[in-house]
């Protein structure tokens, strides 16, 4: 399930954000857990090793190792390398998520232009509803472990309602070796003509309108579709994998505090434990974590988005909208603010301490004029061709066409030599 704080933070406070490093679920800790353990072990199994295991020829030839390692590891562009991957994944992680189809805009397009309140309308209404659902099911089932868990049968499909027996027999029967996800939507535009031939959709405008609304939503079941398909090129996502982890393969050994006795650069001191080198680790695997639990949300990871939810969401509030809201309205009142010209909402007593600052009305608002630069200055002289200051008030294209009426020729022009 999905980890929301953002309750925790909607103040920004001393200590806001303290509050959230305890959580576990989620959290870098539980995902980087183990290998830090690893890396923790194998520092110590090299350090003990260098400190009371080793010869003093051996000694000398792992500082030598150490030394090496230390200056070359350094050579790998780390926060490049991750900083733009996880940019990346992070742009797809939020695309992916918007092109979920949600079918909140084609529920009121239906409720709107498909009328009817007889048996006959209800049952258009909500099979055209049901045929989105369906086409959506489809998709999220092919690419959501968690959906297909729930649904991993065309039977459980037609169990849970979406779609009927007949309806199961046309699918099975059409002979196609690609996702076959867009049958419902075909299914949907063909009931929609059967509507609009029986008089259920009132004119051609509205008729445009449900195909328009239809295609964008089929068009968010085939974007998740290609999403699932075109993955992040595997070179890249291989490259950062292997700079993170051969980075910290080397910092075993180049990381490692050497005998201050040798006065070796850098070596002065002798710490035992590396702790800005465990950072580092913390960092930069971090952001690698961030790219395996996002690269692919529709797992069954601490962030991976509810997409079982989703489908009990829109399924529900979709039938309900097409089906028992269709034409139920309250009856219209006069409001509470009838009679008053400028109308403002209250505040509780737990917003009376908040700064209510007046509204904006644009950044020259501030300007202030003396009234001598106020005054307004004489329209300038306006020249003729020749330069000469006219006194005419009409424009020149107006006396041009007036010189046209005078000769009696309003459909051609000839030039004449002025006088």
């Not at 790219?291 to 949300?297: A, D, S």
């Not at 403002?344 to 009305?361: G, L, N």
């Not at 306006?382 to 459909?411: C, K, Y």
Request: net charge negative; with cysteine; charged share 20%.
């Amino acid at each position: 399930m999905t980890v929301t704080y953002t309750a925790r933070v909607a103040d920004a406070q001393c200590g806001g954000f303290y509050r959230l490093l305890m959580i576990w679920k989620g959290s870098i800790y539980k995902l980087f857990l183990k290998e830090f353990f690893v890396y923790v072990i194998l520092y110590l199994i090299f350090s003990l090793t260098y400190r009371f295991l080793m010869s003093k020829n051996q000694r000398r030839n792992f500082e030598r190792v150490s030394i090496y390692c230390d200056t070359y590891s350094n050579l790998i562009p780390m926060s490049f390398v991750l900083g733009f991957y996880a940019s990346l994944i992070l742009k797809r992680w939020w695309n992916q998520y918007q092109s979920i189809p949600i079918p909140d805009r084609l529920v009121c397009v239906i409720s709107g232009t498909v009328e009817g309140t007889d048996e006959r309308g209800r049952m258009y209404r909500r099979t055209l509803m049901r045929y989105c659902s369906l086409s959506a099911l489809l998709i999220q089932r092919s690419v959501s472990t968690a959906v297909f868990k729930r649904f991993p049968t065309m039977e459980h499909v037609v169990e849970a309602g979406f779609m009927t027996p007949l309806e199961r027999t046309k699918y099975d029967a059409l002979p196609s070796l690609y996702h076959k996800y867009w049958i419902p939507c075909v299914w949907f535009c063909n009931l929609a003509v059967q509507a609009q031939s029986e008089g259920r959709v009132r004119d051609e405008s509205l008729f445009k309108l449900l195909i328009q609304e239809l295609n964008i939503f089929r068009g968010k079941c085939a974007m998740l579709f290609h999403y699932d398909m075109v993955s992040v090129p595997l070179v890249y996502t291989q490259v950062v994998t292997i700079a993170v982890y051969s980075f910290f393969l080397a910092s075993l050994i180049g990381r490692q505090y050497l005998d201050p006795a040798r006065n070796i650069t850098g070596h002065e001191l002798d710490l035992y434990v590396p702790i800005f080198t465990l950072l580092q680790l913390f960092f930069y695997a971090g952001w690698l974590k961030v790219g395996e639990q996002l690269i692919n949300p529709f797992g069954e990871d601490d962030d991976d988005f509810e997409t079982n939810l989703l489908i009990d969401r829109n399924f529900q509030v979709s039938m309900l909208a097409v089906d028992g809201m269709y034409l139920d309205l309250p009856l219209m009142e006069k409001d509470r603010h009838w009679n008053d010209l400028e109308p403002r909402a209250p505040y509780t007593v737990a917003t009376t301490s908040q700064d209510r600052s007046p509204s904006f009305h644009g950044s020259t608002v501030s300007i202030e004029l003396n009234e001598e630069q106020m005054q307004y200055l004489p329209p300038p002289a306006i020249a003729e061709v020749s330069g000469e200051t006219s006194s005419d008030p009409l424009p020149l294209f107006t006396r041009f066409f007036q010189g046209l009426e005078s000769t009696g020729d309003s459909g051609s022009y000839t030039e004449e030599t002025p006088v």
